[in-house]
């Protein structure tokens, strides 16, 4: 089965400091990880995917992403963060099983980053 | 949010009533999803489909129907059958061709109160 973990509910950071989100997967085969975004009361945004290729993937908003096979580990990076990058944000990996599974997405619990100026 | 569409916005509802969930795309995808967010639970799938007139149950399809007549439409019924349906719901679609093959969009949700 596949579940993933974001193991901090809350990531408090300085405005122009580094910040890291993290995240670890467990799958059965090779994962499709992805990051979403959500600001209050909206829908999950979008903000990168690993499938195959690159170990740093890079997304929106000048995030980016560090995927770790040895460590099972995908965390969300940004050299800078800003104030207006204060959000919810999720993890997800896809079920890449056969059938009508095919493409469902299992989120973590979601990690509450706070940008202080 | 781009061209997933979700209403009404907020809706609320009498211990007792069913109410259906609107979600439309314009997006030609094939798979919809309905998830239910809920404070630091993350998002939990209800239903799904990835063909019109077919549809799968998720993890928590307890109290809830859905249906898919037209490829673009995929409305969610929450039945007074569902114990605690007060929660966020956010719909999502997904192409199953094509180079975005592997990512789900999320409409903007629709925010359910029981009274």
């Known amino acids: 089965a596949q579940s993933v973990a974001q193991p901090e509910d809350q990531v408090n950071v300085a405005e122009g400091n580094p910040l890291t989100v993290k995240c670890t997967y467990s799958v059965s085969g090779n994962p499709y990880l992805f990051w979403y975004v959500q600001y209050p009361n909206r829908g999950l945004q979008f903000l990168l995917k690993y499938i195959t290729g690159d170990n740093l993937v890079k997304g929106s908003y000048g995030f980016e992403a560090e995927f770790n096979k040895s460590q099972t580990s995908f965390h969300l990076k940004k050299p800078s963060a800003l104030v207006s990058d204060s959000a919810l944000y999720f993890c997800a990996v896809r079920d890449i099983g056969r059938g009508s599974t095919l493409g469902r997405l299992y989120f973590g619990r979601g990690t509450q980053l706070t940008v202080w100026p | 949010d781009g061209g997933i569409t979700q209403s009404p916005k907020y809706l609320f509802r009498k211990e007792g009533q069913n109410v259906t969930l609107s979600c439309e795309q314009n997006l030609n995808h094939d798979a919809m999803y309905w998830y239910r967010q809920d404070p630091g639970q993350g998002l939990r799938l209800i239903y799904y489909?990835?063909?019109?007139?077919?549809?799968q149950k998720g993890d928590i399809a307890e109290g809830y129907s859905v249906s898919r007549e037209k490829k673009e439409s995929f409305p969610l019924t929450v039945t007074s059958a569902q114990k605690n349906p007060t929660a966020f719901y956010l719909c999502?679609?997904?192409?199953?061709?094509?180079?975005?093959?592997?990512?789900?969009?999320f409409g903007p949700g629709t925010r359910l109160t029981v009274l």
């Open positions: 489909s990835q063909i019109v007139n077919d549809f």
């Open positions: 999502a679609s997904r192409s199953l061709a094509g180079p975005s093959t592997d990512t789900q969009y």
